[in-house]
């Protein structure tokens, strides 16, 4: 009987594409792991999700640039709330003053440039994951 540890990520792209292509490379990248992978268009239902969750989320990468509220506003809710949850900033426009201010106030925890590049993205990941104190794990039925 193996035992895996559980992850579960957030993925928020307003851009269906994007959401598809990164669930594909978390679930082939990270065989070691049983992955729970949610997605969402906007923030609005990202929050709904991690209320659904109780804050049960290990990751959200998310964009910074879409429709209604911006991944910025969006990352300052998520922290308020649940400061446990690891941030993956994954955008090809955000503004360096941003970035700054988001991981000088310890709000976000990786970036990533768009377009993305498979092997950078698992091991953002791949590090964000090995530096979590949660560990939560999963045994086959």
């Known amino acids: 009987m193996s035992v895996k540890r559980k992850k579960i990520v957030l993925v928020v792209d307003d851009k269906r594409v994007v959401r598809s292509f990164i669930r594909a490379i978390i679930e082939h990248g990270f065989e070691e792991y049983d992955m ?23 990751l959200i990468s998310t964009n910074i640039n879409r429709p209604g509220m911006d991944g910025i506003v969006f990352i300052h809710f998520v922290k ?5 949850i690891k941030i993956l900033i994954c955008s090809g426009s955000v503004k360096t003053g941003d970035l700054e201010e988001l ?8 970036y990533i440039r768009k377009p993305i590049r498979e092997k950078d993205y698992v091991n953002k990941i791949r590090n964000i994951f090995e530096s979590q104190n949660v560990v939560r794990l999963s045994f086959p039925a």
């Open 80 to 84: 308020f709330k649940y400061p446990h």
């Open 103 to 110: 991981f000088e106030g310890k709000l976000a925890d990786a």
């Open 36 to 58: 729970e992978i949610l997605t969402a268009p906007s923030s609005d239902t990202a929050l709904k999700i991690i209320e659904q969750k109780h804050g049960g989320i290990d």
